[in-house]
């Protein structure tokens, strides 16, 4: 008969390894509000009043149409202002040419950017392994996760992650912190 006393057990302690996710994302329903009050505001405006302009978000993108370049460039200053109010990124906007349709009418075409894609995920990849060695950084799929046993390290490569915002140009994040 064995008693518990006599039993051992043993603990396997695993060392801890801390983790966080790297993404290019943006808050589509902090969007639509914006693009929400900027349709306001076009509507209130005495300047806009008369352009007969609209503005659409598309899953991918934000469709500008309007009268003239002035109220054009208004409209995206508008677009901009609303988002900065959001916590949106303006790094998110991605503005296209300016597209004459039917007249005297213009169209631009502004396009969201979302995700990383791999050339910038591997450049990102890549820099915060030189800059940091005790650290490990895998792509899956449009996010980078980058993991280490020191939490230390973590904190060096979010600073480094924003600081490469800035070089590349995309909106990037920080989060799922493990």
């Not at 405006?45 to 007969?52: A, N, Q």
């Not at 598309?58 to 959001?86: F, G, P, V, W, Y």
């Not at 996760?145 to 230390?152: F, P």
């Amino acid at each position: 008969m064995i008693y518990a006393n006599n039993i051992q057990r043993y603990k396997f302690t695993m060392a801890e390894s801390f983790s966080f996710d790297v993404v290019s994302d943006f808050d589509r329903q902090e969007l639509v509000n914006a693009l929400d009050q900027v349709k306001r505001e076009i509507s209130q405006r005495y300047d806009l009043k008369g352009s007969d302009t609209s503005v659409d978000l598309d899953k991918e993108n934000i469709s500008i149409t309007t009268n003239s370049e002035l109220t054009l460039n208004a409209i995206n200053d508008i677009i901009r202002q609303k988002a900065i109010k959001r916590n949106l990124s303006l790094k998110i906007f991605d503005y296209g040419e300016i597209e004459i349709v039917s007249g005297n009418r213009l169209k631009q075409i502004i396009l969201l950017k979302q995700g990383i894609k791999q050339e910038i995920a591997k450049k990102i990849s890549k820099n915060i392994r030189d800059q940091i060695k005790k650290i490990n950084v895998s792509i899956n799929g449009e996010t980078l996760r980058v993991s280490s046993k020191s939490k230390n390290d973590l904190q060096l490569a979010i600073k480094l992650v924003s600081e490469l915002e800035d070089s590349l140009n995309i909106p990037l994040k920080a989060n799922n912190f493990r």
